[in-house]
């Protein structure tokens, strides 16, 4: 058995503990969108692929024998690709996620279908948005340049940003409720933008904005394909027929 793990998120790195624990022979994958990824124990590799077809070779080329596809829920390019490569390679695949954020009492939150659908959703009148979305989709909010907008990101951007008001933050999660008040308190933010990640460390955003009584415009899941979905590492390893010594 060798098996590829598609990172890039907490629960990819819990993983990998727990493959390095087990002996497992395994490759870390990293999309290489930041500067100094996490250190992992295991063999690591950084760089897409090169589309489908550059994964299926890859597959082949390093006798992979099972993909676990422990991407971001909103890297929805990759895990389209790994479901089309594997299944074109006939590679068992599945899909490590972590269960979506469930609107609670005390939350005011707007449900939209995806990200490109928030900057319209935003009031007319000038206000102070907390950008919680990463740097890669901020260029959509261009056509609402009334707006400031606070940025949390995990290095600081080598270019100009495409939005002209805006305060960056440099911090890598995980985040804890008190910090994310204070942040948002001391920025005066009146409305947050997220998406809806899941997981643990991104979560205190989402009570620090109940607390302060803030809305919160979410971005729902894309869809993505396969049938195989765990949402933790356990029952990754009971996939592989594997009995998880932990490591952690
Ligand atoms: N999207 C988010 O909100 C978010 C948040 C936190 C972390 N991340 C992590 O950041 C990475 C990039 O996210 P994204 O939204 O840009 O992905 P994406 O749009 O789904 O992927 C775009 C391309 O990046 C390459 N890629 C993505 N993940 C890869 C991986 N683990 N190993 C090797 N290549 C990878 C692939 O290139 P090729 O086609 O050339 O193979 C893929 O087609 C992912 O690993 C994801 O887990 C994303």
Not at 43 to 63: C, E, H, M, N, W
């Amino acid at each position: 058995m060798r098996i590829l793990l598609l990172g890039g998120t907490t629960e990819a790195s819990q993983m990998a503990t727990c493959f390095a624990a087990n002996d497992m022979d395994v490759v870390f994958s990293y999309a290489g969108r930041t500067t100094a990824p996490i250190a992992q124990p295991l063999p690591t590799r950084i760089g897409g692929f090169g589309g489908v077809d550059g994964l299926a070779t890859y597959l082949k080329s390093q006798k992979i024998t099972h993909v676990v596809d422990a991407t971001h829920p909103f890297a929805a390019g990759m895990s389209r690709n790994a479901h089309a490569a594997c299944t074109n390679a006939a590679v068992p695949l599945i899909r490590l996620e972590r269960p979506a954020w469930q609107v609670g009492i005390g939350d005011n939150w707007t449900l939209l279908p995806d990200i490109e659908a928030i900057p319209r959703a935003l009031p007319d009148a000038p206000s102070r948005i907390f950008l919680a979305i990463g740097k890669q989709q901020i260029g959509l909010f261009a056509t609402q340049p009334q707006h400031h907008y606070l940025l949390r990101l995990v290095d600081q951007p080598a270019a100009a940003l495409p939005l002209t008001d805006t305060k960056v933050v440099v911090a890598r999660g995980p985040f804890d409720v008190a910090g994310d008040a204070a942040l948002m308190r001391d920025h005066q933010i009146t409305h947050v933008v997220a998406k809806n990640s899941g997981g643990q460390g991104a979560q205190a955003k989402l009570e620090a904005a109940r607390m302060l009584g803030l809305p919160v415009l979410m971005a729902q899941r894309p869809v993505l394909p396969g049938d195989s979905i765990a949402s933790t590492a356990d029952e990754v390893m009971g996939w592989l027929g594997h009995e998880a010594d932990r490591g952690v």
